[in-house]
């Protein structure tokens, strides 16, 4: 961190310096170290620092998706960290800040589903199911394909109790990843467990 931000004071221009500084910046955020009351406001600060770091890197390289995804994600952690702290204002504050990185994201690319599919993570995040199910379903009209948001959208009928619903989206993670592996391991565990589960576990005999 120390010689990223030195060299970034001799090169304030530099897109991949910047997205660097951000990285290094959440992986620090990622990690609480000593007493809570010290370490979280601390990691707080870390994962705002990211997100500052990410915003520079998208407005150096405005066509750069992954710097403002980045920077959605890093204010999203530092909301979590806030919440942590009891700290509602500041909470309510970094989740704002991500909503309009990612909500300016999805409309300066238009055909890319990753945008909505985060500002449907900040939907849950603040318990609106309803809109984080259309932000999924928008997603997918504009990539029928995306895996990640299949997974989301499963995961939320599933949590709904629309295991129907849930096993289609799934079903079709599952023939992606037969013709190109997109999931790992685990996640492809989790989800042949899942499936093989009957629809009702009340009539399994």
Known sequence: LRHLTAYLELRPDDASGHFRLGVASLRTAAVLRGPKERALPAAEQAAERAAMAFVRCSELRPTDLEATLAAGGAWLRAARLAAEQGDEASRVR??????AQLAGLAERAP???APLQALATLALERGEIDVARQRLEAALQRDPLHVNSLLDLAALLAANEQRAAAR???LRVVRLDAVTPVLDADERQRITTWLAEPDDPARQS
């Open 168 to 170: 289609e989206l799934l």
């Open 94 to 99: 970094h989740l704002e800040a991500a909503e």
């Open 111 to 113: 055909s890319s589903p």
